[in-house]
């Protein structure tokens, strides 16, 4: 068995309206050798990813795979579904497969869900040697392959934050693009877009950030807006500090003056030792080093989202439980065995360290590493304790009305709030709480999971302080899809939509431009340069030709449209009604798929394949067609449908049973004398895109009079003259 | 010869409008002062021509000292280019002691210049002198680290030049421009809306030109390399020469251009791979480096930038040229002169030996030899104004490149051999956009004119007319401050405004109190100012504050001052006379803008006498409606808000407009507290002269009552059964005059008091005080405070009995010690009919006791006030009687 090829369809094609990988497998020998044929193969499989008993497969219930497995299925089949549960035990669940025979015996199509096609392509080769493996009795370094995947996905999939706004946008009908490798992605599309970088907005003020690396000038701002804060000072050097902690009064908190995250910062030290080596400790991150009285109590992160305080986290220290047989270095160790620690931000927990500080804590309680701890007896590790539990409920409205006057005081649109309380559910002045820190693009994670309480939904209301209630951040997308006929088409509407005032981003035949501008010249890569084009901040509209060719090879460049026009398939039409669509009507309809229900499918009536994807939109549907005897029209308009039709030389607009003239005869005539195309079904087609926009007649006729220099309507005679012309 | 109580008035202040340093000097006797006199100008006779002439006293006098020391530091600070011109002494009370006063552009600069010049004289004293030209050099030193850098500095400028108030935040460049919730920030040439991502993104170059190519702006081809081998690999692919630089990184760092051979390319590898690991290797363009400065979707100035460069003379070597020409004073060695020095160091050497030359060689006449590839000022290149060549469609560029990037200020780097013409002529291509661009090179230019590259940046954050202020009113005055500040709050909150409050009692923003203490001073108003949930600030402004450090505000819009009677706290900061004190309450009139009123006390005739200093216009209130300064006011189209026929009136010239009656007044007890009349009289002016209409003032002046929990301590009248207490804080002769005259209109059977003086008040102050008590109460509970302000213990208690003597009446007097013994004694003495004035001083200790007391004594019908008293304050662990 072996993988011949993997295409990655980054945009909706035609399996599915989201992006997924395709491979095209052979079975080899295999190909006669189903799983009820190949012993212990579904055990195998089953022992190492018990989880495929969710899997529900075409039975439609839990353990559908399963039984299909046991009753007899082909390996592609197989590999599709180990590789989603790799995708998902590895990164993010994802449920989207589909395992399709080919014209050539023992040959599949697998398709799997994927937004990176690097990891979705290595999870797909590791599940290939994964089914090999059960297939061959041989065993498979699961774990480690596991661990490999993970580490793949953090490098190149979004971090958990930004896919957590990502999700939330994409929940709304928000578009998005990745701009980097990293997590700089943009949402919306065009002149609409804003964008982010992981808990950072564009609203995200730089000044802001620096400000909030200063813990010095922070605290002067927070203070002068009446913000409880520590008292406190930069100091020169150890022994300065301890001059500083005197004068305080102990206990102190000692810390980098620039910096977070809890970096190199040291809480509740009782004496010169500790103070003096808390030093070295925050001097060591590079920046300078500042004393502060200690706040007593717990520590508690605040998010803080525009105007509202968001989420709410709280924690305890680090600590350690003794059972008088373990060393503290060994219940460390045991600790760090939890998978929930690791060194990585996006980790729940942290590892436990013993470094100088813990071991000078472990000193003031009358231990050391090698002390065993009575059974039961809880030993302090460090003060800074990692932020598991969830307490937005418990958040007083002062607190909360305090983290948002220090957010934006600092300037930030997005803050994580540090501060320390003895409890957050009473105001702070009332105890001697005190905010202690502002933090720049915080971590969402915390939020997202907590180890206690509920997940708070962060990457909405980031979504949400972005767009307005309704915003979607989209522009109108119109996808011009269609064989011979569609290029004319789509430089007409670019050229209707500029007449209209849109600045028109278009990838056709001739290349990539916006307005005058041409970004490339030539017959480019369709969803390439669309994905460029969408990035460009100035277009407010865009023209996107889609071929037969891009669709299957590349997916679409966008993820929904506004407008899906389908010109023509060139090629005899079905004969009869129940055959299925070709395979050019099958890629060319992806476009008509993905038509935003406010929006709308023009289908050329002329064409039967054409007119048979207007089951498939999920928006109004606008036929056009030369004559009004085209035969889908009947049935359209008695649905109360709309149409754009020629008939006695003029352009009708139908609705239902109503019927209006949009053009008249002379200048549809004149149009087609002067314009780009002779050839009536282009104008009909920029005619219907123009009604499936939502534009007024009004609009549609000024673009014929202004833009092509067809006259008005003038006397009868020299109007039956021009229609009899053009012939 | 001493110099003492140097302090900074950093705003407005009784000498001046500007900052000034304020210090006293004081001779000791015998002080040999001709000869200091004729040391000084025997060392340094120029500086001291200029410092003497024409000072109007003999070196014997202090103020001559004074003048000599204030003349100096301004002399000091001129002669490192400061614009200050105020110098001036005046006289305290030993002749032996003078105050001197000298102006200052920056703080730390004019207190510097003022030790400078006390040193000088004191250097003369002991036959000494100092190196006057070193202490300058430093002196301009300081000045340039501490002042704002150029950059900044044009921003700070343009915003003053359109009014909107500028603060710095920060040593650095950090500043608050506007206050309030109106207020932005700039950080050098970055603006609260420049965005981070967009920083980010500048920062990193590949991901800037993808970015860049998406909108169809040119960029060179070129992609990133892992190795050396790699770069000459690319370098091979896209074409000879080449650029290789860090992918991030600023100001050329690490940056190598038109490299042409493999070892320059691998060399070149290895600098930039210093800077950061990742690193770029691009086409060479051929052309010139243009520097584009594009602001608010603007393109705002443009540079021609020249790599650093020596031209030959036939005889000096390149080592030479380059030391003669870091002479120039042009070149420094920070951002704050037009040109950085220039460097011959490792870059620099090897790019001599490309050329085949060295430090030592001898470059022809007239040949030029350049001695760095790239062209950034800062390690010494030239820039030339080019903006009025940029062609139109390359502006278009350059601009689409900042938006694409995301940045609202942004510079950005074009290579074309010409920017006159469209870059598909020339070929020209953007290399990179730099976010908080430098703008030293617009603003002074090596060659061609400054562009207004502040004005650009402010114009961008600010609409046209917009000032970024919020409205201000100060409230200054002897007596009623705290309760007017408090009622043109309450006026404010009815309009549903974010009311920032500094009074005696704290600082209140929409109601929360955010600091406490006695808050009217400047710094207060600073934090007000500062706080950007603020819409209208409300300042009690004290004499205090005033004269420690000058306003905390530059300019406001209505100033109010209630009075300043017989004044209060003469004797202290060397004033002694109400006149004085009149002329530093009317600092804040003085510092009405043009558009703003000043609400003066018509009654009070020193107050009524600051109408002139007033830049706007006034108001003036008057419980008289025939008050000869309303009606003279009146007759020339002013207005007055006055109490006619028992109605506060608006007049507007002839137009009179009805507000209430006093009875509807909550504040005046019915028209019956005279001086609660002259407070809201003076906050409905303030609140008129903001522009409210009438029935906003109608309802402000219904709903505001003074009690506990609007106006605590002033005039608070609380009833037990058929006993009165009022809690008030008053501590003045005009306060306890506007007292007896509020109590002698209500009921009562006996009246009795707490008090006692503050002991930093003058003698004749707190006799005269007593006088006035001893004169209306029939009992009178007096007691020591524990701070009796400097003065022995028993000393107040024994000025206080004098007065007492000299009183109209016997009152019977009881003695204590502590506020809270004193008040719960008579309170515990109440008996039914009684009126009792508890001045209080502890105001919330207070406050909370004696309502403690009484809802104690509600609950509890059985225990007498005494018994209760007396355990309050056996719980206090005071013993009580």
């Known amino acids: 068995m072996q993988v011949r090829s993997v295409t990655a369809l980054k945009g909706p094609n035609i399996w599915a309206n989201f992006p997924v990988l395709e491979a095209v497998v052979d079975l080899g020998k295999y190909e006669d050798l189903p799983t009820d044929k190949l012993p212990g193969f579904t055990d195998r499989l089953m022992e190492w990813l018990p989880s495929l008993i969710e899997h529900r497969c075409s039975e439609g219930v839990r353990g559908g795979f399963l039984h299909r497995l046991r009753t007899g299925t082909w390996l592609g089949h197989v590999l599709e579904h180990v590789t989603l549960e790799l995708e998902t035990l590895a990164h993010l669940p994802v449920g989207f497969g589909r395992a399709r025979g080919t014209s050539e015996p023992g040959v599949y199509k697998v398709v799997v869900r994927c937004d990176e096609p690097a990891f979705g392509q290595a999870c797909l080769m590791a599940g290939l040697e994964l089914v090999l493996a059960a297939a061959e009795g041989r065993t498979f370094p699961l774990a480690s392959e596991l661990r490999r995947l993970r580490e793949l996905a953090d490098k190149v999939c979004l971090g958990p934050s930004t896919q957590a706004i990502v999700s939330a946008a994409r929940e709304r009908g928000i578009p998005h693009l990745r701009l980097s490798a990293g997590n700089l992605v943009q949402l919306g599309y065009g002149k609409a877009q804003r964008r982010i970088w992981t808990a950072e907005t564009d609203g995200t003020a730089a000044i802001a950030e620096s400000i909030a690396q200063d813990k010095e000038l922070t605290r002067t701002l927070l203070r002068s807006v009446g913000v409880a804060v520590p008292s406190g000072r930069v100091v020169a050097d150890a022994a300065d500090a301890w001059a500083a902690a005197e004068d305080l009064g102990l206990p102190v908190v000692v810390k980098p003056q620039d910096g977070n995250h809890g970096r190199g910062v040291s809480i509740r030290l009782e004496d010169r030792g500790a103070v003096e080596a808390a030093f070295q400790f925050a001097a060591n991150e590079g920046s300078g080093v500042v004393v502060e009285r200690f706040v007593p109590g717990a520590q508690y992160r605040v998010l803080v989202v525009g105007e509202r305080a968001i989420a709410a986290s709280g924690g305890d220290a680090d600590q350690v439980t003794g059972d008088g047989v373990h060393t503290v270095t060994e219940l460390l160790a045991l600790a760090n065995s939890d998978p929930a620690r690791g060194e990585d931000s996006a980790q729940l927990l942290t590892t436990l360290v013993l470094d100088e500080i813990s071991l000078e804590l472990l000193r003031t309680q009358g231990l050391g590493a090698a002390s065993v701890p009575a059974a039961g007896r809880t030993v302090m590790i460090r003060f800074n304790g990692d932020l598991t539990v969830d307490v937005t409920d418990r958040l007083h409205a002062d607190v909360a009305a305090t983290c948002v006057l220090a957010a934006r005081t600092i300037g930030l649109d997005i803050a994580g709030i540090d501060l320390i309380a003895e409890d957050i559910s009473r105001p702070l002045e009332a105890q001697g709480g005190a905010i202690i820190e502002v933090n720049a693009s915080p971590g969402l994670v915390m939020h997202l999971k907590p180890l206690h309480g509920k997940p708070r939904p962060v990457g909405e209301a980031i979504v949400d302080h972005m767009f307005g209630p309704g915003q979607t951040g989209r522009v109108p997308v119109v996808a011009v899809a269609g064989s011979h006929r569609s290029e004319l088409a789509a430089t007409i509407i670019g050229r209707f939509l500029a007449t209209a005032g849109y600045h028109v981003g278009q990838v056709d035949?001739?290349?990539?431009?916006?307005?005058?501008?041409?970004?490339?010249?030539?017959?480019?890569?369709?969803?390439?340069?669309?994905?460029?084009?969408?990035?460009?901040?100035?277009?407010?509209?865009?023209?996107?030709?889609?071929?037969?060719?891009s669709v299957l090879g590349e997916g679409l460049a966008f993820d929904r449209c506004q407008v899906a026009l389908v010109t023509d398939l060139d090629e005899p039409a079905p004969q009869a009604d129940d055959d299925g669509p070709s395979?050019?009507?099958?890629?060319?309809?992806?476009?008509?798929?993905?038509?935003?229900?406010?929006?709308?499918?023009?289908l050329n009536a002329d064409d039967p394949g054409v007119a048979r994807m207007a089951a498939h939109c999920k928006g109004r549907v606008v036929l056009f067609a030369s004559t009004l005897a085209a035969p889908p029209l009947a049935a359209h308009l008695a649905q109360g449908g709309e149409a754009v039709v020629h008939d006695s030389g003029r352009a009708l607009l139908c609705r239902g049973s109503e019927r209006s003239e949009l053009l008249d005869a002379a200048t549809l005539a004149g149009a087609r004398l002067s314009g780009a195309a002779t050839n009536l079904q282009d104008w009909l087609a920029a005619v219907a895109t123009g009604v499936a926009l939502g534009m007024t007649a009004e609009a549609i006729r000024s673009f014929f009079v202004r833009e092509l220099g067809a006259r008005p309507a003038e006397p009868r005679e020299r109007e039956g003259a021009g229609a009899s012309a053009v012939g | 010869m001493k110099f003492e109580s140097?302090?900074?008035?950093?705003?407005?202040?009784?000498?001046?409008?500007?900052?000034?340093?304020?210090?006293?000097?004081?001779?000791?006797?015998?002080?040999?002062?001709?000869?200091?006199?004729?040391?000084?100008?025997?060392?340094?006779?120029?500086?001291?021509?200029?410092?003497?002439?024409?000072?109007?006293?003999?070196?014997?006098?202090?103020?001559?000292?004074?003048?000599?020391?204030a003349r100096l530091a301004v002399e000091l600070e001129r002669s490192i280019g400061a614009d200050v011109t105020l110098a001036l002494a005046s006289p305290l009370d030993?002749?032996?002691?003078?105050?001197?006063?000298?102006?200052?552009?920056?703080?730390?600069?004019?207190?510097?210049?003022?030790?400078?010049?006390?040193?000088?004289?004191?250097?003369?004293?002991?036959?000494?002198?100092?190196?006057?030209?070193a202490e300058l050099v430093r002196l301009r030193k300081l000045n340039e680290d501490t002042r704002l850098g150029p950059s900044t500095g044009a921003i700070a400028d343009a915003a003053r030049a359109r009014g909107i108030p500028v603060r710095r935040l920060t040593d650095g460049s950090l500043l608050q421009l506007g206050y309030g919730a109106q207020q932005r920030r700039v950080w050098a040439a970055e603006t609260d809306r420049t965005s981070a991502i967009a920083e980010a993104i500048a920062q990193d170059k590949e991901l800037t030109k993808s970015l860049l190519a998406t909108v169809g702006v040119p960029v060179p081809e070129g992609r990133p390399a892992a190795s050396a081998e790699e770069a000459w690999t690319i370098a091979q692919e896209i074409g000879l020469p080449v650029v290789v630089k860090p992918q991030k990184g600023n100001q050329g760092k690490g940056v190598s251009v038109g490299l042409r051979t493999r070892a320059a390319v691998m060399g070149a590898f290895e600098i930039a791979v210093r800077r950061d690991g990742q690193v770029l290797v691009e086409r060479h363009l051929e052309g010139s480096d243009?520097?584009?400065?594009?602001?608010?979707?603007?393109?705002?100035?443009?540079?021609?930038?020249?790599?650093?460069?020596?031209?030959?003379?036939?005889?000096?070597?390149?080592?030479?040229?380059?030391?003669?020409?870091?002479?120039?004073?042009?070149?420094?060695?920070?951002?704050?002169?037009?040109?950085?020095?220039?460097r011959l160091d490792e870059i620099g050497l090897e790019m001599l030996s490309e050329q085949g030359l060295g430090p030592d060689s001898v470059p022809a006449r007239g040949q030029s030899v350049v001695l760095r590839r790239n062209a950034n000022l800062s390690t010494g290149g030239s820039a030339t104004d080019v903006t009025d060549d940029v062609h139109p469609a390359v502006a278009r560029r350059a601009i689409e490149a900042a938006r694409v990037v995301g940045l609202d200020i942004a510079g950005v780097d074009l290579v074309a051999p010409r920017i006159d013409r469209p870059l598909e002529e020339t070929g020209g291509a953007f290399v990179e956009v730099n976010a908080a661009p430098g703008l030293r090179m617009h603003l002074?230019?090596?060659?061609?004119?400054?562009?207004?590259?502040?004005?650009?940046?402010?114009?961008?954050?600010?609409?046209?007319?917009?000032?970024?202020?919020?409205?201000?009113?100060?409230?200054?005055?002897?007596?009623?401050?705290?309760?007017?500040?408090?009622?043109?709050?309450?006026l404010m909150r009815q309009r549903g405004l974010r009311v920032g409050l500094t009074c005696t009692d704290g600082i209140y923003v929409e109601g929360r109190r955010i600091d406490t203490g006695d808050c009217s001073g400047p710094k207060s108003a600073k934090m007000v100012l500062g706080h950007p949930g603020v819409d209208v600030a409300v300042f009690e402004t004290a004499r205090g504050g005033m004269l420690r450090e000058g306003l905390g505000f530059d300019w406001c819009d209505v100033a109010v001052v209630t009075n300043v009677g017989e004044g209060d706290h003469l004797g202290m900061n060397g004033i002694h006379r109400v006149e004085e004190l009149a002329a530093i309450k009317a600092i804040p009139v003085r510092r009405v803008s043009t558009r703003g009123v000043a609400v003066l006390n018509a009654d009070d005739p020193l107050v009524a006498a600051m109408a002139p200093l007033c830049p706007g216009t006034v108001i003036f209130f008057s419980r008289n409606a025939e008050s000869p300064v309303v009606v003279r006011h009146r007759a020339s189209g002013g207005k007055a808000i006055i109490v006619q026929r028992g109605d506060v009136v608006l007049a507007d010239g002839r137009l009179e407009r009805r507000l209430a009656s006093l009875t509807e007044l909550p504040l005046t007890q019915g028209g019956l507290v005279g001086f609660q009349i002259e407070n809201l009289l003076a906050a409905v002016g303030a609140g008129w002269g903001l522009g409210l209409p009438i029935e906003a003032l109608r309802f402000g002046a219904e709903t505001f009552a003074s009690h506990l929990g609007t106006v605590p301590g002033r005039f608070n009248v609380v009833t037990h059964r058929d006993s009165t207490v009022i809690l008030d804080y008053g501590h003045n002769a005009s306060a306890l005059l506007a007292l007896t005259e509020a109590i002698r209109g209500m009921r009562h059977r006996r009246r009795k008091v707490v008090y006692t003086a503050a002991g930093d008040r003058r003698d004749e102050d707190i006799v005269r005080q007593a006088e006035i008590l001893g004169g209306f109460f029939h009992e009178v509970y007096i007691y020591e405070d524990q701070c009796t302000r400097g003065r022995p213990d028993g000393e107040v208690i024994r000025l206080m009995r004098e007065g007492f003597v000299r009183a109209d009446g016997s009152p019977r007097i009881v003695q204590l010690s502590g506020e809270l013994r004193a008040i719960g004694a008579a309170i515990g003495g109440l008996e039914p009919g009684d009126l009792l004035l508890c001045q209080v001083d502890q105001v919330e200790l207070a406050l909370e006791f004696v309502t403690g007391l009484f809802r104690q004594a509600e609950s509890r019908s059985v225990s007498s006030l005494a018994q209760l008293a007396a355990a309050a304050l056996a719980a206090l662990g005071m013993i009580g009687g």
């Open chain 1, 583 to 602: 395979p050019r009507a099958k890629a060319l309809r992806a476009a008509v798929d993905v038509v935003l229900p406010s929006g709308a499918a023009a």
């Open chain 1, 509 to 549: 035949a001739e290349g990539v431009r916006v307005g005058e501008h041409w970004l490339a010249r030539g017959d480019a890569s369709r969803a390439e340069g669309g994905r460029r084009l969408l990035v460009n901040p100035f277009a407010n509209a865009f023209v996107l030709h889609v071929t037969e060719a």
């Open chain 2, 290 to 342: 243009f520097r584009l400065l594009v602001v608010g979707g603007k393109l705002v100035a443009a540079a021609h930038r020249e790599p650093p460069r020596v031209v030959g003379d036939g005889r000096s070597t390149i080592a030479a040229l380059v030391a003669l020409e870091n002479q120039n004073p042009l070149r420094g060695d920070d951002h704050a002169t037009a040109l950085s020095k220039l």
């Open chain 2, 94 to 133: 030993a002749p032996s002691e003078a105050r001197f006063v000298a102006e200052y552009c920056e703080e730390a600069t004019g207190r510097r210049a003022v030790e400078l010049a006390t040193e000088l004289v004191v250097a003369a004293h002991e036959g000494r002198s100092l190196d006057l030209n």
């Open chain 2, 6 to 69: 140097i302090r900074l008035l950093r705003g407005a202040n009784r000498w001046s409008d500007q900052p000034a340093v304020e210090g006293i000097v004081t001779l000791d006797p015998g002080f040999p002062a001709q000869r200091v006199l004729a040391e000084l100008e025997a060392r340094y006779p120029e500086l001291l021509v200029r410092v003497v002439a024409g000072v109007p006293h003999d070196a014997t006098h202090a103020l001559f000292w004074a003048h000599v020391v």
């Open chain 2, 444 to 490: 002074e230019p090596s060659h061609g004119r400054g562009r207004a590259v502040g004005e650009a940046i402010i114009d961008s954050m600010f609409a046209r007319g917009d000032d970024a202020r919020i409205p201000i009113i100060a409230v200054t005055g002897t007596n009623g401050k705290t309760t007017t500040t408090r009622f043109v709050a309450h």
